[in-house]
């Protein structure tokens, strides 16, 4: 394996185990309840349900990037057309979910709830 094939394969890894993390500190913070209009300022106090919303949001940013730099580099590395736009569609998919867990987060809910 050469080097290029090996950091992508690095890159893709981080991004496959930070969304992960990511889904399992969202399954938390959306259980415990994250402490309302903090979005997306650190909370002011010091409680489980803020540390699981420092780690939620931690994980966001590392998956976000490591998302980012590996359709970056598929693109770069001329990576098969179709891992290409399965990465870019990860990342229209995270923007949507960064969006909808803004929302929640703020408590303006109303329409997802109809």
Known sequence: MSHAERRFTNLLTTAVVATYVLLL???????RGEPAGTWPLLVPEVSIEAIAAIAHRTAAVVAGVALFVAALQAHR??????VRWLL???IA????????????????TGWLTG
Do not use: E, R
Not at 25 to 31: H, L
Not at 77 to 82: E, I, R
């Open 25 to 31: 500190f969202g399954a938390v913070v959306a259980a």
């Open 77 to 82: 590395t001329k990576q098969p057309l179709a």
């Open 88 to 90: 870019f569609g990860a």
């Open 93 to 108: 998919g995270f923007v949507g979910q960064v969006g909808i867990g803004a929302a929640v987060a703020l408590g303006d």
